[in-house]
């Protein structure tokens, strides 16, 4: 997901959020329940459910503990960002927000949106700072190495069925196998790179003291 459509979603799980109960702690910093019962809501209609149409229990459950495991990785990622000193600058931030005002329409409904959820401009800026953070942190695991050639025949060849399906019938079997590879190396590099941030992410979380109390 990107940044700006994050913040949107944020802009609205934000008010009072950490009032309350905590439903879980990470290295001792509370996430309370209410952000979760907020992200919750956003987090089903980015799945195109209703919380009204869950009827099983267990269906119910595993979802708000997807939803929980999404905010617990959040408040890793930036905790990680502050081990690692990352830095984001004032024209960072200041692009971010302006992005997000467009996309609100005018400064009026900014501001409005900023105050239901219980920001003022400098704690969202802060606030921006962060995610920016945490994401530069996350992104960062995705600079993994340029397969070799041989790595990518290898994948190729291990997938061949795939590949045949997805190339051009150009008629010409070097044409083929050229288009193949290529395709090999973009699927290749896409996965290396999953691989790489859920590694990241699972280091992060053997790492972190995680208490779930909801």
């Known amino acids: 997901m990107k940044l700006l459509t994050v913040l949107l979603c944020l802009l609205a799980l934000h008010v009072q959020a950490e009032e309350g109960p905590a439903a879980a702690q990470v290295n001792g910093v509370p996430i309370s329940q209410m952000r979760l019962e ?3 809501a956003d987090y089903l209609q980015a799945q195109g459910r209703a919380l009204t149409s869950i ?3 267990s269906v119910y459950k595993r979802l708000r503990e997807q939803a929980l495991n999404d905010l617990i990785d959040k408040e890793l990622l930036w905790q990680e960002a502050q081990r690692q000193g990352v830095a984001v600058s004032d ?13 609100l329409g005018n400064a009026k409904p900014f501001e409005q949106r900023l105050a239901d959820a219980g920001f003022d401009r400098d704690s969202f800026v802060d606030y921006t700072r962060h995610e920016l953070a945490a994401q530069q ?4 695991a995705s600079q993994v190495p340029e397969p070799s050639p041989a790595e990518i025949r290898a994948f190729y060849q291990a997938n061949a069925s795939t590949f045949a399906q997805a190339q051009n ?4 079997s070097s044409v083929e196998n050229e288009q193949g590879l290529e395709l090999a190396k973009r699927l290749l590099v896409d996965q290396q790179q999953s ?3 859920f590694a990241l992410l699972q280091r992060l979380r ?5 208490q779930r109390l909801d």
Do not use: C, H
């Open 38 to 40: 907020r992200y919750f």
């Open 55 to 57: 009827r099983n229990p």
């Open 91 to 103: 024209a960072e931030v200041d692009a971010e927000i302006e992005q997000l005002r467009q996309a």
């Open 137 to 140: 942190v996350f992104m960062q």
């Open 169 to 172: 019938q150009s008629g010409d």
């Open 195 to 197: 691989q790489a941030r």
């Open 206 to 210: 053997d790492a972190g003291q995680v």
